[in-house]
């Protein structure tokens, strides 16, 4: 595979305005990816890459994130086999952050807790504020248990 | 207004599968935002929110972020005039990144560059990978120096 290498960030407006990937990664080395479903728009979920797993999801097409449970790169779907292939890549106005729209394998989820977006709760505005979340999906589909086994669950308190 | 108050994270189950809100904040008090077009679907910026930023943004039905260059909570909007409405919140499955869908008013745009989207560029994926950035955008929806005069830009190096 042939190397990737990120630009310098030489000024302000070349990092805006310029065609050269400049990516900017957090203190802890890590930039947050959006990842959208490419067909219906929905946001799946919010995670992580280092520049290892921007370099792998740019250079495969497939997404790689970082994950800060397991402290390691994660190539989605190695065990679920639910990879999702990158259509499009796009990057921000200050490179700090990627949004991928995806098509997900198999059966389209991508939350781990089983659903197919990890956005399953929506929360009250407005008047309501502070009420319950409500479910926006009924059903998982998937079973975690079963295509996880006793893997450690990634959330953390 | 009324007080908003969150939950505290009580158990896995309890986050993930729960109606309660239980928002989780990274060690610098911050949680990413996912913010996109309800009609479009197109995912218009990556924010951050405190706290505080996060009971405004679902007690007004407005966004509001904490600007990381400006270490202060941003109605967003409140220079601008493009405001953002809250069409629908959503929480994730361990309650640490939240996406909103939001109708921008006046030209629409969200992206300080002038914009209508802070993600315009487009990265190269697969055999491509390396090569230069495609803006998708072709001309910007309004002019940040009329909006913004002389205020700094936020982008760093």
């Given at each position: 595979m042939r190397e990737l290498h990120f630009h310098p960030r030489v000024s302000v407006e070349e990092v805006e305005e310029g065609s050269n990937l400049a990516p900017k990664f957090g203190e802890d080395g890590l930039m947050p990816c959006i990842t959208t479903d490419a067909g219906s728009g929905e946001a799946l979920m919010l995670g992580w890459m280092n520049a290892d797993a921007l370099r792998l999801t740019l250079q495969t097409g497939e997404a790689h994130y970082f994950s800060r449970a397991r402290q390691s790169l994660?190539?989605?779907?190695?065990t679920s086999g639910l990879v999702q292939r990158v259509i499009e890549a796009r990057i921000d106005?200050?490179?700090?952050?990627i949004w991928?729209?995806?098509?997900?394998?198999?059966?389209?989820?991508?939350?781990?807790?089983?659903?197919?977006?990890?956005?399953y709760r929506a929360v009250p505005v407005g008047p309501d504020a502070g009420g319950a979340l409500r479910f926006t999906e009924t059903a998982r589909t998937f079973d975690p248990v079963a295509v996880y086994g006793d893997a450690s669950n990634p959330t953390q308190l």
């Open positions: 994660w190539h989605k779907g190695a106005d200050d490179q700090d952050a991928l729209r995806v098509e997900v394998a198999g059966s389209g989820a991508s939350c781990h807790v089983g659903y197919r977006s990890c956005f």
